[in-house]
């Protein structure tokens, strides 16, 4: 199994299977910690600001608990003409987000944090980034999205789509540079901070 190059430990901050699913593939060795964070957004806080600002305090919630830990944190944020939408929780919640959202384009915003603080002078290197994702949902009808929402019962993503399951039936098209970041781990982005703190995935 692949190591940091300094043997640190790796915490992802989320309690999401998505995410867990997702950093797996990387074949390192981490631990996952829920952090205990309103994820509620702030009055006149923009979609990209609310999700890096979240992926920012999950990884500084569990950093206080692991500092000498390199911690992930992660949030997503989907956005129909400016606006929020958030996890649908129920059915009734999930078929109106897709009502709304076929035939359209929204904007998914997934913001990675990945923080780890420097032995030597104990400051705290902070690496952050937003990856955005263009979906475009096929414009269907209301029997097969019911028929789809009763089957994979999507209710704890934002935008009720499952694409790495049989959402993908209701996409049109997905436009991103790192094709994982819409199922919620960015993980080209990802990669790439590890590497600047010299984690070797080949070793």
Request: with cysteine; proline share 4%; charged share 20%.
């Amino acid at each position: 199994m692949s190591q940091t190059s300094s043997l640190q430990q790796i915490i992802l901050a989320s309690s999401s299977a998505y995410r867990k699913d997702l950093l797996q593939r990387l074949r390192l060795p981490f631990l996952a910690i829920a952090p205990d964070l309103d994820e509620s957004p702030l009055s006149h806080e923009a979609p990209e600001q609310t999700a890096l600002r979240l992926a920012q305090k999950k990884a500084e919630a569990i950093a206080k608990l692991h500092p000498e830990a390199i911690i992930i944190g992660s949030d997503q944020v989907a956005t129909l003409d400016g606006l929020q939408i958030g996890k649908p929780g129920d059915h009734e919640r999930a078929l109106k987000q897709l009502q709304m959202m076929r035939g359209r384009e929204v904007i998914f915003h997934t913001a990675l944090c990945v923080l780890h603080k420097h032995a030597e002078d104990t400051s705290n290197i902070l690496q952050i980034q937003n990856c955005q994702t263009l979906v475009r949902f096929r414009d269907l009808g209301d029997a097969e999205l019911d028929a789809y929402l009763r089957i994979e019962q999507p209710y704890d993503c934002a935008g009720s789509a499952k694409n790495e399951g049989l959402g993908i039936i209701i996409l049109d098209a997905i436009h991103s540079d790192d094709p994982t970041a819409l199922t919620g781990l960015p993980l080209i982005t990802l990669t790439s901070m590890l590497r600047n703190l010299g984690v070797s995935f080949f070793r």
